[in-house]
């Protein structure tokens, strides 16, 4: 079964690059047809995709977020990261890392869910001075 973990720090000050890692247990994130991708949800506001990994490489962005966010792998740690900068109190939210087949990624662009595939816990992430 696969798992997910995000880890990170949890508070970020504004204009500097929020950097979260999800390490996967479980399965490849190299196996054929899944992608693996980030989502956030703000306090308060509803849940939003921020891109996502596929297992050939290949990245999708948001496109609202696309010029500062970007998404990389290390396949020898079965790890990928997001990196999304500058941050202002707006990127504030609970960020999970999780996978999807990668045809499911049109759905998720436009109605992004933890209900579909499998996800990490999620972790906070404030940005504050």
């Known amino acids: 079964q696969v798992q997910l973990q995000e880890s990170g720090p949890g508070l970020v000050e504004p204009s500097q690059t929020l950097s979260l890692t999800c390490t996967v247990s479980?399965?490849?994130?190299?196996?054929?047809?899944?992608?693996w991708g980030w989502i956030r949800q703000p306090p308060g506001k509803e849940m939003e995709w921020v891109g996502d990994?596929?297992?050939?490489?290949?990245?999708y962005y948001n496109p609202v977020l696309k010029s500062r966010a970007s998404i990389s792998r290390d396949t020898s740690r079965n790890q990928f990261a997001l990196q999304l900068g500058p941050v202002t109190p707006e990127d504030t939210g609970v960020y999970s890392c999780?996978?999807?087949?990668?045809?499911?990624?049109?759905?998720?662009?436009?109605?992004?869910?933890?209900?579909?595939?499998?996800w990490g816990q999620g972790t906070q992430v404030i940005v504050s001075s």
């Open positions: 479980g399965a490849s994130i190299t196996d054929r047809y899944y992608s």
């Open positions: 990994i596929a297992w050939s490489g290949t990245t």
């Open positions: 999780g996978r999807i087949l990668t045809s499911q990624i049109p759905g998720m662009m436009s109605h992004p869910t933890k209900t579909t595939g499998a």
